[in-house]
Every structure is written in C-alpha cells, then in structure tokens.
C-alpha cells in the first residue's frame, strides 16, 4: 500500500509538517520506509488525522481579540511601571 510522504499529509493535514514528524515518531501514525534514489523516506499509511490531534494543539485556531487585550494589559501596565521612576 503506497501512503502519503510526511510534506503531502501536513499540507493535506493543514499542520506543520515539524507536527507529522513528532507524530510518527511518537507513533501516533503508521508509517513505512521506502528507498526513494537511495534515500529512506517516510510514507504515512493512515490519510486521517488522529482524533487526539486537536486535543494537543496541532489545530492553528487562535482568539485574536483575546489575545489583543492580554497583550495590551501587559503593555499598560508596563507603561505605568516607567512612569513610576
């Protein structure tokens, strides 16, 4: 059975492809080693991601405006601590 090379997957995946590389060597994803010109490459077997994936912050979902306002407590509070001395 031909599988996906890690680059494929992560791109069909949408993760970082660093992600698929922590997956297969946790063994969170089957895989086999193929000689490709005389290299060995990696081929995922499983086309799904694991449903554990999400769980561990593979998923780039990120609440801006949340963040907006933490940063900008951080930055005031910053601003009134200078203005201290």
């Known amino acids: 059975m031909k ?5 494929k997957y992560a791109i069909k995946n949408k993760i ?3 992600n698929v590389v922590k997956m297969v060597k946790s063994g969170q ?3 086999e080693t ?9 081929f995922i077997l ?3 991601l694991p ?6 912050g593979y998923s780039r979902e990120i609440d ?8 900008k407590a951080k930055y ?6 200078q203005g201290e001395w």
């Open 3 to 7: 599988g996906l090379s890690i680059k």
């Open 16 to 18: 970082p492809i660093f």
């Open 29 to 31: 994803l089957e895989y």
């Open 34 to 42: 193929h000689k490709v010109d005389g290299k060995d490459e990696i």
């Open 46 to 48: 499983s086309e799904k």
């Open 51 to 56: 449903a554990d994936a999400k769980k561990e």
């Open 64 to 71: 801006y405006k949340k963040a907006y306002f933490e940063l």
């Open 76 to 81: 005031d509070a910053l601003v009134l601590k």
